[in-house]
């Protein structure tokens, strides 16, 4: 066998970025960080970085997860580590076009992270600002109803905002929040992911509304609660009631030891 040279191959760096999905104030919203330095700068982007020398994937894109909101990872079949500071965490896709990074090749490792509704992001590494923003606000209206070519299209095109049309994020990220909320849409019918979404213990009105906010529909309440509670080991009554949604106490569920729903909730038609 010859021997290998290293130097025959071009170089190109390896970079995990994430689609960090939570619901606020009833709609599905990502975290994105606005560029401080140069490529794009002053666009919006997804959060990530470069993957360190003795990292692998997982650890990278767990760091970056706490790095930006303070959320450790944890494996979505044992419990959280520590209570109501844990977030699902997956990987979403790999991205390699060769021009996706002027400065370099970079392939793309792209995660996405679920968790119930965070606090306000704080800034860091070579980012000078980050929120949290409505997908909708970020993809437009096509591109949720399903048309994730209009995110590659805004792409290609060089980032630039149509008048009265989504903000343009940079580099690919259009593409991959696309994928991202695709990804959190299916799983969500045929998975208990969407419990991700809430908090340890919720109602099955706050469940509905995350299945709203990240299906972009409305869902008849009692129907959804006799689907819900009829599907085993979906939910686990958590013993006592709340008032926190006004009106009469609902009673409080736990996510079930389900990680897979039969029959699934399938998305209704639209």
């Not at 045929?190 to 099955?204: K, Q, R």
């Amino acid at each position: 066998m010859p021997p290998y040279d290293p130097s025959a191959f071009p170089p190109f760096a390896v970079t995990v970025d994430l689609v960090v999905l939570t619901v606020r104030r009833h709609a599905l919203c990502t975290l994105v960080v606005r560029r401080g330095e140069a490529p794009y700068q002053g666009r919006w982007a997804l959060p990530g970085g470069f993957v360190r020398a003795e990292e692998d994937l997982g650890a990278a894109a767990a760091r970056e997860l706490v790095e930006e909101t303070g959320l450790c990872a944890y494996d979505p079949a044992a419990p959280p580590p520590v209570p109501g500071n844990g977030a699902h965490l997956e990987q979403l896709a790999t991205y390699g076009a060769p021009d996706r990074d002027p400065r370099m090749r970079v392939v793309s490792v792209a995660h996405l992270a679920l968790a119930p509704d965070l606090p306000a992001p704080r800034a860091g590494g070579d980012a000078n600002s980050a929120r949290w923003a409505p997908v909708e606000e970020l993809l437009g209206e096509d591109v949720l109803a399903g048309a994730v070519e209009a995110a590659g299209e805004s792409a290609d095109a060089g980032g630039e905002e149509k008048e009265g049309g989504p903000e343009a994020l940079a580099f690919d990220h259009a593409r991959i929040l696309a994928d991202g909320v695709e990804r959190a849409r299916s799983k969500i019918e045929y998975s208990s992911l969407a419990t991700a979404f809430c908090p340890p213990e919720f109602t099955v009105g706050e469940l509905r509304r995350v299945y709203e906010a990240v299906w972009g529909v409305a869902l008849d309440p009692r129907n959804f609660h006799r689907k819900v509670t009829g599907t085993p080991g979906f939910l686990v009554p958590a013993g006592g009631t709340t008032t926190r949604q006004g009106g009469r106490p609902a009673q409080l569920f736990r996510a079930g030891g389900a990680t897979l729903l039969n029959p699934p909730m399938l998305r209704p038609e639209v």
